[in-house]
């Protein structure tokens, strides 16, 4: 099965490419001006469609960014705290290896803490 990030690379890519085409309709209709423009020239021209080469400029940064750290080690990227590069069935031993590892642990702070009770009840019993 693909990691979480490549899914997420491909919706990267499936919004990436409509805000490209929604782009050069915008520059073609006259809402984006690309070269100098007086009043009279494009009066069509609307500062709210630069949202869109923006938005898309921004998720194809995004998309790169994940592009080429995909094959470093885990948790070297910023985005993996919150989009995993992990397989699912590494994912799923590494959580293991985890889960077995905390649960030993408190199994020895529980152990200790029953050991410390222990010693106190006997010196209380002494003196």
């Known amino acids: 099965m693909d990691s979480p990030a490549s899914r997420a690379q491909r919706v990267l890519i ?35 469609a630069l949202f869109l080469p923006a938005l898309a400029f921004l998720v194809t940064i995004a998309f790169l960014y994940m592009h080429f750290t995909r094959n470093r080690e885990h948790e070297f990227a910023l985005l ?13 031993i590494r959580l293991r290896s985890e889960q077995t590892e905390a649960s030993g642990e408190s199994l ?20």
């Open 80 to 92: 993996d705290k919150w989009i995993s590069r992990e397989s699912e069935a590494d994912m799923r």
């Open 108 to 127: 020895g702070t529980s152990w200790a803490t029953m050991e410390q009770k222990h010693l106190e009840i006997r010196l209380e019993e002494e003196e």
């Open 14 to 48: 499936g919004v990436a490419l409509p805000l490209y085409l929604l782009t050069a309709l915008a520059i073609v209709e006259g809402r984006i001006v690309i070269f100098g423009c007086d009043l009279l020239v494009c009066p069509n021209a609307d500062n709210r």
